[in-house]
């Protein structure tokens, strides 16, 4: 009885240790198309979680260097988008494809990105909104590799492709702020503040952002004096956590929860 006591103190004062600070997840997409660029955002203090394009001129290149820092590299799939003048990817995931064609391309594409740990959208804003488009690739996804995550990057308000991943047996996650939708520092300050708000109210919040020159200037200004209030945390790692809360709450709930009394 001593040592189950002990135990239990020991755990306890393990969870008052724990460091409690809310999480900011920050990922970088877009990365392939400038190799100076990219390294300036691989570069970034932090365990910040890095979007590589398939097929670009340094993708491969800026995906290793990410993996040799210990960053967390991911694929940026590209998907049709809603916007027909929107920059297009030749090898973006598109409503013409039949299933078939889809699993082949999702394959391919996972296939060209060394060390990923999960997937986001490029663009998609037009097929995430779908689920017999979602459904195949996040099926395609899981038999390629189940131990990837897919990361939603929310660029359609009605996008099913949270809700598809999870259904594949995928985790799943969804961005809370683009950082940089407008491109002028000002703007970029105000959705850095509101991204550490929805981390206060939340507990954690996830941000993606662009190795834009004004981007990568805010975050190197801000991201050391943030360091004191919150914790950074790669994606992977903020599933793990988020599933180990809410498995807390319910072993919480289920304690506080009285034995029915049998009469």
């Given at each position: 009885?001593?040592?189950?006591?002990?135990?239990?103190?020991?755990?306890?004062?393990?969870?008052?240790?724990?460091?409690?600070?809310?999480?900011?997840?920050?990922?970088?997409?877009?990365?392939?198309?400038?190799l100076?660029?990219?390294?300036?955002?691989?570069?970034l203090?932090?365990?910040?979680?890095?979007a590589?394009?398939?097929?670009?001129?340094?993708?491969?290149?800026?995906a290793?260097?990410?993996?040799?820092?210990?960053?967390?590299?991911?694929?940026?799939?590209?998907?049709?988008?809603?916007?027909?003048?929107?920059?297009?990817?030749?090898?973006?995931l598109?409503?013409?494809?039949?299933e078939?064609?889809?699993?082949?391309?999702?394959?391919?594409?996972?296939?060209?990105?060394?060390?990923?740990?999960?997937?986001?959208?490029?663009?998609?804003?037009?097929?995430?909104?779908?689920?017999?488009?979602?459904?195949?690739?996040?099926?395609?996804i899981?038999?390629?590799?189940?131990?990837?995550?897919?990361?939603?990057?929310?660029?359609?308000?009605?996008?099913v492709?949270?809700?598809?991943?999870?259904?594949?047996?995928l985790?799943?996650?969804?961005?809370?702020?683009?950082?940089?939708?407008?491109?002028?520092?000002?703007?970029?300050?105000?959705?850095?503040?509101?991204?550490?708000t929805?981390?206060?109210?939340?507990?954690?919040?996830i941000?993606?952002?662009?190795?834009?020159?004004?981007?990568l200037?805010?975050l190197?200004?801000?991201?050391?004096?943030?360091?004191?209030?919150?914790?950074?945390?790669?994606i992977?790692?903020?599933?793990?956590?988020?599933?180990?809360?809410?498995?807390?709450?319910?072993?919480?709930?289920?304690?506080?929860?009285?034995?029915?009394?049998?009469?």
């Amino acid at each position: 009885m001593t040592r189950i006591c002990l135990l239990l103190l020991a755990g306890y004062a393990g969870l008052i240790q724990a460091d409690q600070r809310p999480v900011l997840s920050l990922v970088i997409d877009d990365l392939g198309y400038s190799l100076e660029n990219g390294r300036a955002a691989i570069d970034l203090d932090g365990d910040h979680t890095y979007a590589i394009l398939p097929g670009a001129a340094y993708s491969r290149q800026l995906a290793k260097r990410a993996h040799g820092l210990n960053k967390e590299v991911i694929l940026h799939m590209p998907m049709q988008s809603i916007n027909s003048t929107a920059a297009h990817e030749p090898n973006a995931l598109n409503e013409a494809m039949d299933e078939n064609q889809l699993t082949s391309n999702v394959h391919s594409l996972l296939a060209e990105i060394p060390f990923i740990r999960g997937v986001n959208n490029h663009m998609g804003s037009h097929l995430t909104e779908f689920d017999f488009f979602m459904r195949p690739v996040m099926d395609s996804i899981r038999g390629y590799n189940p131990g990837l995550y897919f990361l939603d990057s929310r660029t359609s308000p009605r996008s099913v492709a949270y809700t598809e991943a999870l259904g594949a047996g995928l985790n799943s996650i969804t961005r809370d702020v683009f950082l940089d939708n407008e491109t002028n520092s000002e703007s970029i300050r105000l959705q850095y503040k509101i991204w550490l708000t929805r981390a206060r109210e939340n507990g954690s919040a996830i941000a993606i952002g662009h190795p834009y020159p004004n981007t990568l200037e805010v975050l190197n200004q801000q991201l050391s004096d943030t360091n004191s209030e919150f914790r950074f945390m790669r994606i992977s790692r903020l599933i793990e956590e988020r599933k180990l809360n809410s498995k807390s709450k319910k072993s919480t709930a289920q304690l506080s929860t009285p034995e029915p009394v049998v009469q």
